[in-house]
């Protein structure tokens, strides 16, 4: 039971750090989409993820193309607060990949219009507030599919 976490080009690397920890506790992988908004060495980024980050299962990617082409089979979802189905709403499966956008933008909007009926949002009830933590956004969506799966 696994599932993939795939994170399009992300820019804070706190965020990332505490998705790779995220990633080890449930046994899923990590896929980290360049160009990145920090150095893959930052202090940042190694104490989010304190000293777990060597046991990660980490693939990197040069670009969007490389990941597309390179998990071309792969079931994929798409996390975006421009989604109209909520993340309740996916059937998860093992093995599949919950690819997430930048914490300033998002998906790129050629994704979005591309994959539009895979494309699911977390439900927010303020209308103070646009978005949640990517971090936060990540950790919501992968314990639901490992409840559902399990």
């Not at 693939?59 to 969007?64: E, L, Q, S, T």
């Not at 189905?85 to 219009?113: A, C, Q, R, Y």
Request: net charge negative; aromatic share 10%.
């Amino acid at each position: 039971m696994s599932l993939n976490i795939v994170l399009i080009e992300p820019e804070i690397p706190n965020n990332t750090g505490n998705i790779g920890r995220l990633a080890l506790a449930t046994g899923s992988t990590l896929h980290l989409v360049k160009p990145f908004g920090f150095e893959i060495d930052d202090k940042r980024l190694k104490r989010a993820g304190l000293d777990y980050w060597q046991h990660l299962e980490v693939i990197y990617y040069d670009n969007i193309e490389d990941f597309f082409s390179k998990n071309k089979a792969a079931k994929m979802v798409f996390l975006s607060s421009h989604g109209t189905k909520s993340h309740w709403d996916i059937t998860f499966e093992d093995n599949m990949f919950l690819v997430f956008g930048k914490e300033s933008v998002g998906l790129p909007k050629p994704l979005l219009e591309e994959h539009a009926t895979q494309l699911f949002k977390i439900p927010l009830y303020s209308d103070a507030i646009r978005s949640l933590n990517l971090a936060n956004c990540v950790g919501i969506v992968v314990y639901e599919g490992l409840r559902q799966i399990e």
